[in-house]
């Protein structure tokens, strides 16, 4: 099965400071990359979708400046929480799909923030 | 896309066939059946797919019924680590994934 992978797996940060997360597919090209968040005991919500070479789109609530995606190979994307503050600490998962259509996406394992 | 409509927490027993009830009575033509699981503090795995027969793969089943307004997600015999969040998502493909609550499937001994 195709393989994604993040790194890192957790980071801790100061506040006002910022994190880069890269999420990888490993054994396949990604036309589409997609990011989330998850909060304890809630579901995933979409913050972006991204694809090679082109802007995000970005989710409804989702600041773009703040949460900044670069997907700047067919294989690798990167999402930047910039000045982040103790509300932004979440559990980030980056997935992604080999095409569109009726295609299963596949999850990497995700990145644990905190920020202090 | 359609919304879904899944029971918020069920329990098996370990060996038994784990049955997955989802509501999509609202699915449009072109939209799939997709499930996925998550187990705690991991990222989500794909499970099964479908868009109107029966699926079957290795991990699991996927009935659905002849109107598509319902589907079950069957796991034959349950081990303990099937314990998971699973999730029923219809869409029209890989991206127009959105994921509900899901239901807290519990393996017990």
């Known amino acids: 099965g195709a393989v994604v992978s993040q790194h890192p797996s957790r980071v801790i940060c100061k506040s006002g400071t910022s994190v880069k997360i890269e999420c990888r597919s490993l054994?396949?090209?990604?036309?589409?990359m997609f990011w989330y968040r998850q909060f304890p005991k809630k579901s995933l919500m979409l913050m972006a979708t991204s694809n090679e070479g082109s802007k995000a789109t970005y989710e409804q609530g989702v600041e773009k400046d703040k949460f900044l995606i670069n997907h700047a190979s067919l294989t690798l994307s990167t999402l930047t929480v910039t000045s982040a503050h103790p509300e932004d600490s979440s559990f980030y998962i980056c997935?992604?799909?080999?095409?569109?259509?009726?295609?299963?996406?596949?999850f990497g394992p995700g990145t644990r923030l905190t920020v202090t | 896309d359609a919304k879904t409509t899944q029971p918020p927490s069920m329990d098996c027993a370990e060996g038994r066939a784990a049955n997955l009830p989802c509501n999509h009575s609202t699915i449009s033509g072109n939209e799939y059946v997709y499930w996925y699981r998550q187990i705690h503090s991991q990222g989500p795995q794909y499970i099964i797919h479908?868009?109107?027969n029966n699926e079957t793969n290795e991990m699991a089943s996927l009935i659905i019924t002849e109107d598509r307004k319902s589907s079950t997600l069957i796991l034959p015999h349950a081990t303990l680590r099937d314990t998971a969040v699973y999730y029923c998502i219809v869409a029209t493909g890989a991206n127009n994934l959105f994921f509900g609550t899901g239901t807290r499937l519990t393996v017990i001994p």
């Open positions: 997935s992604a799909s080999r095409e569109p259509g009726p295609y299963e996406q596949y």
């Open positions: 054994d396949f090209q990604a036309t589409t």
């Open positions: 479908g868009l109107k």
